[in-house]
């Protein structure tokens, strides 16, 4: 595959003169096609500075997004993501409704075989809220695959004094 094939579809990468978005953003995700689609893979993105709005005191909340997934056709371009989940620093939305709109999303998107977003936020009132969602496709070993980490997901607790 020729280097502008690959790129086709991609208007921010290389560009510099993007444009942050000042509120949620769906549309600034692009996808390329997966060249390796032949074999299953866990692609992970950790965005350790993800900030949303609480949607009753319009505070920040400050979290670390976890997505892993295993494409199929289309994969997400990692500057889109990253503008993407910058979209949500000024949108006001509860910790679980963050996470479940990113995987969502993303599934929209890419449809891809198995995806999981996991979101630890820092506490606020002496409480951390870390919500984990995933989707295996149905009909597929991904929908059991799914199944099973959802239903022994986090069965070792991290010890959380570091927040």
């Given at each position: 595959?020729?280097?502008?094939?690959e790129?086709?579809?991609?208007?921010?990468?290389?560009?510099?003169?993007?444009?942050?978005?000042?509120?949620?953003?769906?549309?600034?995700?692009?996808?390329?096609?997966?060249?390796?689609?032949?074999?299953?893979?866990?692609?992970?993105?950790?965005?350790?500075?993800?900030?949303?709005?609480?949607?009753?005191?319009?505070?920040?909340?400050?979290?670390?997004?976890t997505?892993?997934?295993?494409?199929?056709?289309?994969?997400?371009?990692?500057?889109?993501?990253?503008?993407?989940l910058?979209?949500?620093?000024?949108h006001g939305?509860?910790?679980e409704?963050?996470?479940?709109?990113?995987?969502?999303?993303?599934i929209?998107?890419?449809?891809?075989?198995?995806?999981?977003?996991?979101?630890?936020?820092?506490?606020?009132?002496?409480?951390?809220?870390?919500?984990?969602?995933n989707?295996?496709?149905?009909?597929?070993?991904?929908?059991?695959?799914?199944?099973?980490?959802?239903?022994?997901?986090?069965?070792?607790p991290?010890?959380?004094?570091?927040?």
């Amino acid at each position: 595959m020729r280097q502008n094939e690959e790129m086709e579809g991609l208007s921010l990468l290389g560009n510099k003169a993007t444009q942050y978005p000042t509120d949620y953003a769906p549309e600034m995700l692009e996808t390329f096609i997966n060249k390796h689609q032949d074999h299953d893979y866990f692609v992970k993105f950790n965005c350790p500075e993800f900030t949303s709005l609480c949607p009753m005191t319009g505070q920040p909340d400050f979290a670390t997004i976890t997505i892993s997934y295993v494409p199929d056709r289309k994969m997400v371009e990692s500057k889109s993501l990253k503008l993407y989940l910058f979209s949500f620093r000024n949108h006001g939305d509860f910790h679980e409704d963050c996470v479940n709109i990113i995987m969502k999303d993303l599934i929209r998107l890419m449809d891809p075989k198995y995806i999981e977003v996991w979101g630890k936020f820092t506490p606020r009132g002496g409480i951390s809220i870390d919500p984990y969602t995933n989707y295996g496709r149905p009909g597929t070993l991904w929908e059991k695959v799914a199944f099973d980490r959802l239903t022994g997901h986090d069965m070792y607790p991290e010890k959380v004094d570091n927040r």
